[in-house]
């Protein structure tokens, strides 16, 4: 055998031994040393509207995720702190670590009743409209007090009610008869407003076209001038100037 032979056998027998153990140690690895799963990072987003802000919070991180507190607005059907919508919504893929958007409720929306005792019923509706409330039922009572103003409300002012919620008025009638008001030398325009307001009806104006007295002031009226007078009665007025055609 010459050496050429012997180097061939030889480099056959390395590249064979080389091989088996290059796969034996293959083998090995791979039930020794098994190949590492890959990790999962994505998540289902739980639904979590109905729970309140502090359930919600545990349920997402025990899933690896994390709570992140959105708008939060007045809601009649939900108490404080109630989750009312989330996002991503539920059944949505997310990644671990990822924030949910969670909009929290206030719950229901309370006022104070405004101070309106004592003004009059005009007034006392401007001022429950702007506090988002609404006027109830109104009632009348016979009262030392002018006419329209506002005796009680109920509930009382101050109180704290929801929104909106219905204001009730008890309002003075006026008293059963009032000494009747001097009108002369007013305009016809302030005299009708002040005898309305007292409760008294004017009736049809008579003209004086040879008064001195400006136009459309009042000249005369009946009944006089401090003479009592009951609520709803009728004055008639007497007015300078002509008649408007």
Do not use: C, W
């Not at 639904?47 to 997402?60: D, E, F, I, M, P």
């Not at 009649?76 to 919508?85: I, Q």
């Not at 988002?132 to 103003?149: E, F, I």
């Not at 008294?200 to 009042?218: C, E, H, I, K, M």
């Amino acid at each position: 055998m010459n050496s050429r032979t012997l180097k061939r056998r030889i480099g056959a027998y390395l590249a064979s031994a080389l091989g088996g153990f290059g796969i034996a140690y293959a083998v090995v690895a791979i039930f020794i040393f098994p190949p590492t799963p890959p990790v999962v990072t994505d998540v289902k987003v739980p639904n979590v509207v109905g729970l309140t802000y502090g359930q919600a919070s545990k349920r997402l991180k025990a899933l690896g995720l994390k709570a992140d507190k959105g708008i939060q607005r007045y809601d009649d059907a939900n108490p404080t702190g109630v989750v009312l919508s989330q996002n991503p919504v539920a059944s949505a893929t997310a990644s671990k670590g990822d924030a949910i958007t969670l909009d929290v409720s206030l719950g229901e929306r309370h006022t104070q009743v405004p101070a309106i005792v004592g003004i009059t019923q005009e007034r006392a509706r401007l001022a429950i409209e702007n506090a988002s409330l609404q006027v109830g039922t109104v009632s009348q009572v016979k009262d030392p007090a002018p006419r329209g103003q506002v005796l009680k409300s109920e509930p009382a002012p101050g109180t704290s009610v929801p929104v909106p919620s219905a204001v009730n008025l008890t309002v003075s009638a006026g008293p059963d008869s009032i000494g009747m008001p001097d009108v002369t030398g007013q305009s016809y325009i302030q005299a009708r407003a002040l005898l309305a307001q007292l409760g008294l009806v004017v009736g049809q104006a008579v003209y004086d076209p040879t008064s001195a007295l400006p136009q459309n002031t009042v000249v005369s009226q009946s009944p006089a001038a401090n003479s009592p007078v009951a609520a709803g009665s009728t004055v008639s007025l007497t007015i300078a100037g002509h008649s408007p055609q």
